[in-house]
């Protein structure tokens, strides 16, 4: 058995409906990692033709598609026993194995869980993810699940057995069955090592954490994450063609190409405001101020969804992300 990756985390929660675009202050939420939460309820979705998704439970959603042979998964729950759960739901939907694993990044809540998966599947993910995931990065979760689900262990002590098959750079096509399936490294954005799953038969995506739906985007810059490169990576999704027409991110359900446009119009209204505060040698309590970011709180294990603005403005200058992660250690780039 594959020795589990375990990923140090600060907990973040996702509740408050809220659209990108708005004020930053309505935005902002105080989330807890300690708090005691329950997962909510998995749930499989039937995309048509044998691709399904798996919603709920710890961790991102998980898309399977059933072939002639075999089943191929995206993504992994954030534990083992949430995973196992999607592999139990799998095997109601076929009895055929699963013999592929594609991971979009190297967040604990689509990584963790991976030790769930059978050893002789092959993994794929994009070469800057598996360095990550070697280097073991500690991860802001983009939900609220509680720490004490994970090790504060770092992922680099766990990760020797953890070799993926293929780690890509660029694009790859595989063919599963009678499909194929399109793999674009559209990083650094979220983080250094994002891919998009494409079938371009069907005009579905699945994107990860390129997009949340409730919230702004969130850059994790520790990771390489950048915020330009994810206005590169939502426009180059765009333009793929044949046209992609439903687009699943990791936090929410599918959505079309009218809210990425939005989502894409806001970070480039937001991206323009914050370059022209730099270019007339504005501040970052500055940007601060013009975007309503609130102070962070100071109870302990409380966080609050990190600002895009600011993120992005530290793309201009410092290149770092300010704050504490859960071991209290100082973040920076």
């Not at 675009?21 to 749930?43: D, H, I, M």
């Not at 092959?122 to 994970?150: D, F, V």
């Not at 426009?235 to 190409?257: C, N, Q, Y």
């Amino acid at each position: 058995m594959r020795r589990k990756a375990w990923i140090a985390l600060a907990a973040l929660g996702a509740a408050a409906l809220v659209s990108l675009g708005r004020a930053a202050a309505e935005a902002q939420q105080v989330f807890n990692y300690f708090a005691k939460n329950e997962p909510p309820a998995l749930e499989i979705a039937n995309l048509g033709a044998g691709l399904y998704l798996a919603k709920g439970e710890w961790g991102v959603n998980v898309g399977f598609l059933v072939g002639d042979e075999g089943v191929l998964v995206i993504d992994s729950k954030a534990t083992y026993s949430a995973s196992k759960k999607v592999v139990r739901e799998i095997r109601r939907v076929t009895p055929k194995p699963i013999t592929k694993v594609i991971f979009t990044h190297s967040d604990s809540d689509c990584f963790n869980g991976y030790e769930a998966y059978p050893e002789a599947a092959e993994i794929i993910c994009s070469a800057k993810c598996r360095q990550e995931l070697a280097n073991g990065m500690w991860t802001l979760l983009e939900m609220n699940a509680p720490s004490g689900l994970y090790s504060s262990e770092a992922t680099a002590r766990a990760m020797p057995e953890y070799h993926p098959a293929i780690a890509f750079d660029g694009r790859m096509t595989i063919r599963f069955g009678a499909e194929d399936i399109e793999l674009i490294a559209c990083g650094p954005a979220h983080t250094g090592g994002d891919v998009a799953v494409l079938f371009p038969a069907r005009g579905v995506a699945f994107i990860g954490d390129l997009v949340f739906v409730h919230h702004e985007p969130f850059v994790q810059s520790y990771k390489g994450g950048y915020s330009f490169g994810l206005v590169t990576a939502l426009s180059m999704l765009l333009a793929v063609k044949p046209e992609i027409r439903t687009f699943i991110p990791g936090h929410a359900d599918p959505v079309g190409r009218e809210e990425i446009k939005a989502i894409l119009r806001s970070l480039e209204e937001m991206q323009a405001k914050v370059l022209a505060m730099f270019n007339e040698k504005k501040s970052l309590e500055d940007v601060k101020a013009a975007f309503c970011v609130p102070v962070p709180p100071k109870g302990e294990g409380d966080w609050i969804w990190p600002s895009l603005a600011v993120t992005t403005f530290r793309e201009l200058t410092e290149r770092r992300i300010e704050g504490k992660n859960p071991t209290g250690e100082e973040v920076r780039r």
